[in-house]
Each structure stands twice: as C-alpha cells, then as structure tokens.
C-alpha cells in the first residue's frame, strides 16, 4: 500500500457522509499537517531566535557574546587609536594585504608604516581607514599601498564595520539586519559557529587565536585560524583552476559587474580625498596563482581586462601610481611560497614589497 | 528560482497556493493565475527563456487542434511533421547546435582543414528538453487518436508549464493530467495537504540532506581522477550513483508534493532502481516517465523487440544513442547511451538464449555494478576522465595507497555510502512508505523538512537542472 493510499484510507472520503471513522480519519490528517508545519516552523523559529542572540556573524548587533567572525576592523581602529605617532606608509586591502609587514615596508623605504588591512575589506573599509587615521594624525601627509584584486571594489559596507562608532560616521549608509540576514542566520553553517562561540565564550574563558603587533601585522605567520587557511595548496590551486573551466566569465559579464550602480561610491571618494591632500596611493594588483593564472588567461582573462580598462578611466580622473603584481614571475614570486590560490605567505609577500616599492615610481619615498 | 531556495519556500509557494486556493470558484481565472505563476518561475533564471516556451506552447496547442480538426490523412501528417520539426528545431538550436558545430570544428582541425568554424555562444533555456517532450506527446498522441485534444488554452499553457514538472519533469503526458484539469480539485483537503507535505519533505531531505553531503566528497574524487586506485576509483563510481539517484529522485519527490498540493497528480518517476534486477528492469524503474517516452514514441514505432533479435538489438541502440544525447550536448552523454544501449541489447539476447544467471541476488548486484560503472561515463566533464575513472575501477592504476586512502575516502563520506547502499537495496521508496497520518509522523516530517531547508544556505542547483 502506498503512502497515499495509506493517507487515503486514512481519510480520503471528506465530503461524504461522515462516518466515525472517516472523521477520525480526516481529524487525524489534519493533525499529521498541523504538526508537520508546527514543529517545521518552531525549529526554524528557534534556529532564528538562537543565532540572533549569539550573533556570531555580527549581523544583529546583538553584542551579547564575541563574534565568531574575527572583529578585525574594530581591533586595528583600536590599534590605530593606541598609536603615538601617525603612520607614514598605510597598508590597505583585504586579506591578501594582511600578511605585509609594516616593519619590512620600513626597512624598504626608511617610513613607518601600519596594516590596515582586513579580512574580506574593499572600498569602504579602507575609506574608513583612511579618514580615520587623518583624523587621529591631522596635517600628516601619508603614502599607501593599497592591495585590490581584479574587480577592484565593492561598496556593500559589511555590518561588522557599521557597528563600530568609530567607523560609522565615515560611512553613508549603514546596513540593517534584513531579509538575507535572516537567510543566514537560517543556515547550519551560523548555527555551527553560534555553537562554537557559546561553547568558546559561554561555557569557556574566550580565548582568541590571532593575535597583532602594534603596527597592524600578525604575530604569527600560522594560518590555521585565518580565512587564507588551506590544509593543501595543490588541493586549493586545482579547485580555484576547477572553478575557473566551470564557470568561465565573459567580458560582457565582466564589465556588467563594474559597471553596477554605486559601485565606485567609496573608491572615488577614498582617492577624491587622497588626492585633495597631495597624496597618491600606490595601488596594487594581488597575484594569482601561477597556474591559475594561466587558466584564466586561456579564457582571455575578462575580469583583468575589464578591471585594467577602468583603472586607465580612473586615472584620467585621479593621481595614483599602479602596480601590476597579477603574474608572481614579475615579481619573483615562488610558487610554494602561496597560502592558497590567491594568498601568498610572507616570504612571498617580502618579495612583492620589494617589487612594488621599487616600481612606485617615488610614491613611497 | 531552486526548489531548494529560501525564496521559493518562504515567498513564491505560499503565494501561489495561497491565490490557486482563494480562487478555486472561477477555473478559467485559476488556471490564468498558475500559468503567470509558472512563467514568472521560468522567467526568474532568465526572461530570455520565456519567450522559446510560449512559442512552442502555442504551436503545439494549435497543431493539436488542427490535427484532430481534419480528416486528410497527409494533412494531419504534416502538420504533425510541422509540430514536431518545431520542437526538435528548437532543441536542436539551442541545445545541439553549438555540440554539432564544436565536434566539425574538431574533426576539421584534426584533418588540417583550414580556419575554425566561428564558435557558438546560444543561450541554453532551462528545461527545454523536458517541456518540447511533454509538448511532442500532446500532438502524437492527438495523431493517434489516443486523446482528445482540449479546447481551452488555459489548461494546455497549464499542462506544459506547470512549475512543479517544468524545469526537471517527471515529463507528464496529457493524458496524465487531462481529466485533472478539466476538474480542478476544489478544495486543499486534508489529504492532499498531508500527501503534499510528506512527498515535499522527503524530497527536501534527499536533496539537501543527502545528495549535497555526497556532493563535496564525489566531486573531489573526479577532480583527482588521475589519482584514483581501485578502491577510490569504484567510490567514484559508487558515490555518484547514489548522489544522482538521491538528488534527481529528490528533485521528483518535490515535484509530486508540490503538484499534490494544488491538487494535481503526477505520475511515479523512480521506483527503487537500484533493486532492478536486470537493465531492462533498472530502465523501468529510473526516470520513468523519460524512459516509457521513449519506449511509447520511438521505441515501439521502430519496431520494438517484435521483428527479431538483431532488429531488437538495434532499436535499443538507436533509442538509447537518442535518450543519451537527449540528456546533453556531449560526447560523454552520447556513449553513455550507447553503452546502456548495448547492455539493453545484450540483455534481451542473452534472455533469448536463457543464458542470464538464476540468482536474483547475483543479477541485482551485477546491474548495479553496471549501472554505476556507465554512471562514471554521464558524470565524467570529458571522455579522458572516464577512461582514468574507469581504469582504475579495473584496477590498472593499483590499489589506493594508505594516505591516499586517507585523503579521498574520509571516513564520514564512506560511512555515508554504506549507510545508503543499505537503504537503497532495503528501505522502501517513498511511493511505498506507509504512512499513517499521526501527530508524530506529521512532527518527523516537519522537523527533518526544517533541518533540511537550514543546509540551503548556498544552493546548489539539481544535477538534472543543466539538462
């Protein structure tokens, strides 16, 4: 007997002439749905009500518990605030400009320097930055060097960052907990890290694993606990190169996405502001790995294309000098000397500093 | 717009049922109602789409009407002809033109013949294949006077593009659903609800509890393919089978509970086809409503398996070359046909000639072997992976080493493999279970539904959806 036979034999005779049995049936199936959508929705409610509480994404703003999510922005403007003297040379980007070395930086060009860079950070973290080290150091002319990839920016402000006072007033529009919010907040992957944060910070001393110098840098060169973190680069480089061949971009789509609306908000108006002050940023394209840069080339590489056509449209607009450190062999880059496909380790990044500061043509001097 | 999306679930369902229920006295209005509905779905991936599945919708619903309006025999041919040259042209375009101009170019060059063709960028509409196929089996059945064709375009733009079966089938025939469309269901009653809800559930779990938990560890094992050994090499197999059988018998599932609760119903599509005792009895339990399609409207015509055992041979062959093809624009999609075609031919002679084993335990075990073994071929991106998966199923690269062991069959994903290999020659399907409608049962399917749906975090489109 199948299922819905079964469900039938249960009840299937509603509308006719109501037996006891029948009734007993049809109540019954009304119960298997009420109970199907009651315990369904009550499990999603609770997931919900559980994730907003320990926000471990910092999407809510609760701030009941630490974020499972690193809450680097937040501890480099507290860096930033601790700092005496203000940095001559900042450092700024995502998370492949993490792993430069202001101290390197300063044995490479005689000026102080300070990481500003974050995990996952674009235009608005390094605007934020950026003003907020010219507020704390007023008439102190800085250099910088700011790490992009291809794509160069996005404007979406990450909450993390809207959530810190400090941050808040450099930024036009602060993001609210919404319906994608919600969405994640929905997902295993929130209500595993909500379980680790109540197990790390609730029910144990909430001890973190990554630890900064005071200039920004990291203290240690370990990545277990970083985002950049890959148990095998072969294993990383051959998905990076899998992804590639899957999904293959089209210039089109390539100058669709710079093209969106506002996307450009805060990068014109971190250079608007540079500029204004005499200061030209240094920016840096972010190697690929050398295999799968090659992969992307045999596609045409349109993301490049399209990203180095809107950089020569940009500096018909703005002072900044570029550096081009896409491909490692320029630079002398080992192909071990990688975290993963798109992070390279600091003996790399020792060797890209050097490159981009002698290509700086005097901007770093 | 996934099945598997927060979107759908939270937003897209509970408005349609909620305007398919409040309108059930009026039908023409209803149907108006789910045929927007199901085009806003289509339209959702791209409103490119939307445009190729009304115009094959409209020739179909008037061929159909002047086929079964005229009496001239080489008149109601020809414009069966028409209808059907309409839908496999469009197949053709969109879905083979850029293969067939790929594989000239191919040969050309490997001939030395001069400048490349020009390649060939055509936008794919999603589910093209399924919705030409429920199409085609509206105006060849008119032809053979096996159904009446209907007069209302509601129900014929309903019968095709009705979301629950658009994008990924089962692929239903309008005599599946003719008698239901003509009376709409007027009321959600209990059963239906409760039908509707246990199928959605079961689907939502094998989708997303199940085949997207295989997916990581299965995709690893075909990206390492020159790696594999004997043991991993069959895991590959092994793995992929399990993951596509979960994934597209969940994607159906889906289907039948959300048909369900508008009241429709749509045929059966898998039934345990890992417990077939022999190919012919796999292809009547895997995907069938492709399978009777292509029994009902090629095999059959070609001549079936009544005009001896060489012609029977070839008409599994060619039916198979086709239903592969159907299924993609590549090679790989190509041999895999032809070798299950082969397998159905060797079969039926074997069976001929009373020389196939006795122990249904030994004929069960070796069709799976088989049916997993030509699954390495379908999922394979490219004929050189399968040779490397295959090789090593033949144990020509050696036995994995430990660490390699190790590092491609961890022990979650090989427990999870033995797990389903025991549910799938044991456990009953999901048209089988008995389902008593008890509080608890309706709380079990409800809490695994919610599990299920919190995995959605990045959805990852159904494995049929690129066919």
Not at chain 1, 127 to 139: C, G, I, K, L, S
Not at chain 1, 193 to 209: D, I, N, T, Y
Not at chain 1, 256 to 272: C, K, N, S, V
Not at chain 2, 303 to 330: E, I
Request: aromatic content about 12%; charged content about 15%.
């Amino acid at each position: 007997m199948s299922s819905s036979q079964a469900i039938a034999k249960g009840g299937g005779a509603v509308g006719s002439s109501a037996s006891a049995t029948e009734v007993t049936a049809a109540a019954s199936q009304r119960r298997f749905v009420g109970g199907f959508l009651g315990s369904f929705l009550a499990v999603l409610a609770a997931v919900l009500a559980f994730n907003v509480v320990v926000d471990p994404y910092a999407l809510a703003g609760t701030k009941l518990v630490p974020t499972a999510v690193e809450p680097d922005r937040s501890i480099k403007l507290d860096l930033l605030q601790k700092l005496e003297h203000g940095p001559q040379i900042l450092i700024l980007g995502d998370s492949r400009g993490r792993q430069a070395e202001p101290s390197v930086v300063q044995r490479l060009t005689g000026h102080t320097a300070f990481n500003a860079a974050v995990t996952g950070g674009s235009a608005p973290e390094a605007y934020v930055f950026v003003r907020y080290t010219a507020h704390r150091f007023p008439r102190q002319k800085r250099r910088y060097i700011w790490f992009v990839s291809t794509g160069l920016t996005s404007s979406a402000v990450v909450p993390q960052l809207a959530q810190d006072s400090r941050a808040r007033r450099y930024l036009s529009s602060v993001p609210r907990f919404g319906l994608a919010d919600v969405k994640t907040y929905l997902s295993t992957d929130a209500t595993k890290a909500s379980w680790r944060v109540f197990e790390k910070c609730v029910l144990g001393p909430c001890r973190s694993h990554i630890h900064y110098h005071a200039d920004g840098s990291l203290t240690n060169q370990s990545l277990h606990y970083l985002p950049e973190h890959a148990q095998s680069l072969h294993r990383a480089v051959a998905a990076a190169i899998a992804g590639v061949r899957r999904h293959p971009e089209t210039l089109a789509e390539a100058r669709r996405q710079l093209a969106e609306p506002g996307r450009f908000r805060y990068f014109d108006r971190i250079l608007t502001f540079m500029n204004r002050r005499g200061e030209v940023p240094v920016i840096v394209i972010n190697p690929v790995y050398p295999s799968v840069l090659a992969a992307e080339e045999q596609n045409g590489f349109p993301a490049r294309r399209a990203t180095l056509a809107t950089l020569a449209q940009l500096k018909t607009r703005f002072r900044f000098v570029l550096v081009d450190c896409e491909n490692s062999r320029t630079w002398g880059g080992n192909p071990r000397d990688w975290s993963n496909a798109s992070h390279v380790n600091r003996a790399n990044m020792r060797l890209e500093l050097k490159y981009i500061v002698a290509h700086s043509h005097g901007a770093l001097r | 717009m996934l099945f598997n999306s927060y979107v759908f679930l939270f937003a897209f369902l509970p408005a349609v049922l909620a305007g398919w229920w409040s309108l059930s006295r009026w039908k023409s209005l209803r149907l108006a109602f789910l045929t927007g509905a199901s085009w806003f779905f289509y339209a959702w991936w791209d409103w490119r789409y939307l445009p190729v599945l009304i115009g094959a919708t409209s020739v179909d619903f008037l061929a159909g009407r002047w086929i079964a309006a005229s009496e001239s025999e080489p008149r109601r041919r020809l414009l069966l002809t028409a209808s059907l040259a309409t839908n496999v042209g469009i197949l053709a375009y969109f879905k083979y033109a850029g293969f067939f101009f790929g594989s000239l170019d191919g040969i050309g060059s490997a001939v030395g013949l001069g400048a490349p063709l020009p390649s060939l960028h055509i936008l794919l509409p999603i589910g093209i294949s399924f919705y030409t196929f429920n199409s085609m089996s509206y105006t060849i059945d008119i032809f053979r006077r096996r159904v009446e064709p209907t007069r209302s375009v509601l129900e014929y733009t309903t019968f095709v593009g009705l979301f629950p079966h658009l994008i990924a089938g089962p692929i239903v025939r309008f005599t599946d659903l003719a008698e239901q469309l003509k009376r709409l269901t007027p009321r959600l009653t209990s059963e239906t609800a409760a039908r509707g809800a246990f199928f959605l559930s079961c689907g939502l779990v094998k989708k997303l509890l199940i085949a997207d938990q295989l997916n990581p560890y299965v995709a690893r094992l075909y990206t390492d393919h020159t790696q594999l050994g004997l043991l991993s090499g069959w895991a590959a197999a092994v793995g992929y089978s399990l993951q596509l059988y979960f994934d597209f018998s969940g994607y159906s599932d889906m289907a039948v509970g959300l048909a369900c609760l508008l009241g429709f119903r749509f045929p059966q599509n898998f039934n345990s086809p890992f417990k077939a005792v022999n190919i012919s009895d796999f292809w009547r339990r895997w995907h069938m409503s492709l399978s009777s399609w292509f029994r009902d409207y090629l095999f059959i015509p070609l001549g079936g398996s009544q005009r001896g055992a060489k012609r029977t041979v070839l008409n599994l062959v060619v039916t198979m070359f086709l239903a592969g093809l159907w299924h993609g624009a590549a090679w790989t999609f190509v041999i895999w046909g032809l070798v299950h075609g082969l397998f159905l031919g060797s079969h039926a002679v074997l069976r001929r000639a009373g020389w196939t084993p006795s122990s249904a335990v030994l004929n069960r075990a070796l069709t799976f072997l088989l049916v997993c073994a030509a699954f390495v071929i379908f999922r394979s991106p490219s004929l050189g992976v399968a040779g490397d998966v295959l090789s090593s199923m033949l144990g020509l690269h050696g036995l994995d080493a430990a660490a390699r062991v190790h590092a491609l069959l961890p022990g979650k994903f090989v427990l999870l493999m033995a797990a389903l290999l025991v549910f799938v020659n044991v456990a009953p399907n999901t048209w089988q279970i008995r389902l008593g409608p008890r509080v608890w049962q309706g709380m079990a399917a409800g809490i695994a539904a919610a599990i299920a749906v919190m995995t959605i975090a990045q959805p990852h489109p159904f494995i049929y959806f690129q066919f």
